[in-house]
């Protein structure tokens, strides 16, 4: 079972309300995020625990350069993201380090397995 992990708690309730619907990964992540794979949904810091929120399912995986994302890539991101710019300042908080519109990202869109 693979996990996609959230390390910030920020996105605790954002997860837990269903309100974020995918996540933008810095570089290419294809190899290790595929469509259709069954993952479970977690926060929690690097090397500590971690806790389930729900089992899910990649339903897509994209990877372009961050100037071509559009506005449902923002907004499953973080609904509050309202421009390229927002998110790259969005990025550059959780990666500490600068972007440029054409690095490149992959989007990942999961949704819940109800059990």
Known sequence: MKALNFYSSNYH????????????????????YQEGD???????????????IYTGVLDRV??????QLN???LQGENPDLNSVED??????SIYDRSFTPT????????SEIIE
């Open 87 to 92: 998110l790259m300042v969005f990025l550059q």
């Open 71 to 73: 506005k449902e890539d």
């Open 38 to 52: 069954i993952v479970w949904v977690t926060v929690g810091k690097r090397f500590a625990q971690k806790k389930k």
């Open 62 to 67: 994209l990877v372009k350069p961050i100037a």
């Open 13 to 32: 309730s954002q997860l837990v309300c269903r309100r974020k619907t995918c996540t933008i990964r810095l570089g290419d992540k294809s190899a290790k």
């Open 103 to 110: 690095d490149t990202v992959t989007v990942v869109y999961f």
